[in-house]
């Protein structure tokens, strides 16, 4: 173990963590509206409609799998009867779909912005490191996951152990040095797109609309018992029941004097103000 492992392993986590919550509270500071996904829909939306849904579900279940092999001990799939076997089988099958159905639904979206101008157009520089970034970190988590077949490193025992070491605040950095390089690869990626993901569009993903599943029912109420009748075309429509344009005069109290003029023509053309008096006084 040498000062690079202890610098990539051991504190390279803690700043990228400290990256990510600063820069998340500095643009949640200075740029709250920009919160969004910068959606480009308006200009194209059939493939949108497709890649679109494609990699964020797709996505989903990745993060679901990299909760389960990186959270859950290989000693509770031990209790819960789960062989190891059966184990790498349902992480290579579901994992493997998964990853590639997030690269397919990616390759859409980028064949979009690349070959719509008015998409391209409107690909922000940020974009431009987010995206073969994204693409990089799923491509290497493929080929992680492939290279399970050939290769019999157990990750729960190396990469899974150090990253739960991570939280008690004592790293194991042997435990991820001696993880295959294709690993490491992985990890490093990962970690640069959280150091990257409070200054892009990523950061639309702390504002997920969960307050739809907890939210009151929304009350809609009929006008009256009887059955809708539209209104008839022809019917008379009483304008004096409506309210009166507002006049600058109405907001002044009665007491106050105001003395009213008048434009005049002087004896040499300009323009002379004549005071009115008060018809209220």
């Known amino acids: 173990m040498t000062h690079v492992h202890i610098a990539l392993w051991g504190v390279l986590p803690y700043l990228v963590v400290t990256v990510l919550v600063a820069g998340t509270a500095w643009r949640y500071r200075y740029d709250r509206f920009g919160f969004t ?27 679901g799998g990299h909760v389960m092999g990186l959270l859950v001990p290989e000693s509770l799939t031990d209790r ?5 076997a059966q184990y790498h089988l349902v992480a290579l099958t579901v994992g493997g779909l998964a990853g590639l159905a997030a690269v397919a639904g990616l390759a859409i979206l980028l064949h979009r912005r690349l070959r719509v101008p008015a998409v391209r157009a409107a690909t922000s520089r940020s974009d431009r490191l987010v ?63 959280f150091a990257l993901w409070p200054f892009s569009r990523l950061v639309h993903a702390f504002t997920a609309p969960l307050g739809y599943l907890v939210r009151p029912y929304v009350i809609y109420r009929s006008r009256g018992r009887g059955p809708y009748r539209p209104a008839s075309p022809h019917r008379h429509i009483d304008h004096r029941a409506w309210p009166r344009p507002w006049r600058p005069e109405q ?26 008096p008060d018809p209220r006084a």
């Open 251 to 276: 907001r002044l109290p009665a007491t106050h004097n105001r003395a009213r003029s008048r434009s005049t023509r002087g004896p040499r053309g300009r323009a002379q103000a004549e005071e009115l």
């Open 131 to 193: 995206y073969p970034l994204l693409s990089v970190v799923l491509l290497a988590g493929l080929l992680a996951t492939a290279s399970s077949v050939t290769n019999p490193y157990d990750y729960r025992l190396g990469v899974s152990v150090w990253f739960r070491s991570l939280f008690v605040l004592d790293p194991d950095v042997g435990a991820m040095a001696q993880a295959p390089f294709v690993y490491q690869l992985h990890t490093l990626l990962g970690m640069a797109l």
């Open 37 to 63: 996904t910068r959606s480009s829909q308006l200009h194209e939306s059939r493939l949108l409609r497709i890649g679109g849904p494609l990699f964020h579900y797709a996505l989903f279940a990745v993060i």
């Open 80 to 84: 819960l009867h789960v062989s190891e």
